[in-house]
């Protein structure tokens, strides 16, 4: 019942943007904090942004200033924007999500940096 679907994902040149979209589904969707995670092959999973019910955010150092999570209640959908994109952000993006009872993954998007 409970699916988070990402979208938006491609291939862009350094220095380029991309914005990222994960329509969610099956749980009051206002009621929770959204995240963003990214994993590159060999390495571990990394929490990307947080957004929370209330929209304080939280961003991973390396993107700072780069990427912008928002989200749009209305169209049960979470954002990540990228901005000046470097190669090492090449990775696949995935929506999360932590329910009191479940935790939720999207299928991910793949994002290449390359020129």
């Known amino acids: 019942q409970v699916q988070l679907v990402e979208s938006g994902g491609g291939l862009v040149q350094p220095g380029g943007s991309l914005r990222l979209s994960c329509a969610a589904s099956?749980?009051?969707?206002?009621?929770?904090?959204m995240n963003w995670y990214r994993q590159a092959p060999g390495k571990e999973r990394e929490l990307v942004a947080t957004?929370?019910?209330?929209?304080?955010?939280n961003y991973l150092d390396s993107v700072k200033g780069r990427f912008t999570i928002s989200r749009n209640n209305a169209k049960n959908t979470v954002y990540l924007q990228m901005n000046s994109l470097k190669p090492e952000d090449t990775a696949v993006y995935y929506c999360?999500?932590?329910?009191?009872?479940?935790?939720?993954w999207g299928q991910g998007t793949q994002v290449t940096i390359s020129s």
């Open positions: 099956g749980f009051t969707f206002s009621s929770y904090a």
């Open positions: 999360n999500v932590h329910l009191w009872y479940q935790q939720a």
């Open positions: 957004i929370t019910n209330d929209g304080s955010t």
